[in-house]
């Protein structure tokens, strides 16, 4: 089981159609934007990535609080981060220390994608990475961490977030 958490709006949904679409059998199509809603609860989604499936748990942004429930079995987590809006990205540290302290969590592989950077506004990695203190997160996380660029709307990054899935 993988979860994909992160603040509401930062592109969750729209990353999970766009995997399920990359993983098909049928050849991806990333022109059409699929509709999406704010997530109410959980979408469960399996993905099959080289013969392997994988289920991947999105976690609504609003139910923050309540993550915790949802780490026990997890073995990957997948934070997503709206690198086009400074406005949450304390916000977002914030829920990402927590969830990086979580027993349950101590030794989940942990994908952060700093998403949205097909906007004119996002943050460069160096800035963001500055903003977070990544560097600093990553040295004394008990968890392996890999950092990625995407966008879930224009398909970047994605096949870089399916390899991740594959190899964990």
Same mark, same amino acid.
């Given at each position: 089981?993988?979860? !994909?958490? /992160?603040? @509401? #709006?930062? /592109?969750?949904?729209?990353?999970?159609?766009? !995997?399920?679409?990359?993983?098909?059998?049928?050849?991806? *199509?990333?022109?059409?934007?699929?509709?999406?809603? @704010?997530?109410?609860?959980?979408?469960?989604?399996?993905?099959?990535?080289?013969?392997?499936?994988?289920?991947?748990?999105?976690?609504?942004?609003?139910? /923050? @609080?309540?993550?915790?429930?949802?780490?026990?079995?997890?073995?990957?987590?997948?934070?997503?981060? *709206?690198?086009?809006?400074?406005?949450?990205?304390?916000?977002?540290?914030?829920?990402?220390?927590?969830?990086?302290?979580?027993?349950?969590?101590?030794?989940?592989?942990?994908?952060?994608?700093?998403?949205?950077?097909?906007?004119?506004?996002?943050?460069?990695?160096?800035?963001?990475?500055? !903003?977070?203190?990544?560097?600093?997160?990553?040295?004394?996380?008990?968890?392996?961490?890999?950092?990625?660029?995407?966008?879930?709307?224009? #398909?970047?990054?994605?096949?870089?977030?399916?390899q991740w899935l594959h190899s964990t």
């Amino acid at each position: 089981m993988a979860l !994909l958490l /992160g603040a @509401p #709006g930062v /592109g969750k949904t729209l990353l999970m159609k766009r !995997l399920m679409k990359l993983s098909s059998k049928d050849p991806p *199509d990333l022109a059409e934007i699929p509709p999406t809603q @704010p997530t109410v609860g959980t979408n469960l989604t399996d993905l099959t990535i080289q013969k392997t499936c994988v289920t991947v748990r999105e976690v609504g942004g609003s139910m /923050g @609080p309540i993550w915790p429930s949802y780490y026990t079995d997890c073995k990957s987590v997948m934070f997503m981060i *709206d690198a086009a809006n400074p406005n949450q990205v304390s916000a977002s540290c914030v829920q990402l220390l927590t969830m990086l302290s979580a027993q349950p969590l101590a030794e989940a592989s942990v994908l952060i994608l700093f998403n949205k950077i097909d906007m004119p506004c996002y943050m460069s990695l160096v800035e963001i990475k500055s !903003l977070f203190r990544m560097d600093d997160i990553i040295t004394s996380a008990s968890q392996p961490i890999t950092v990625l660029h995407t966008s879930a709307l224009d #398909g970047t990054g994605l096949q870089e977030v399916l390899q991740w899935l594959h190899s964990t």
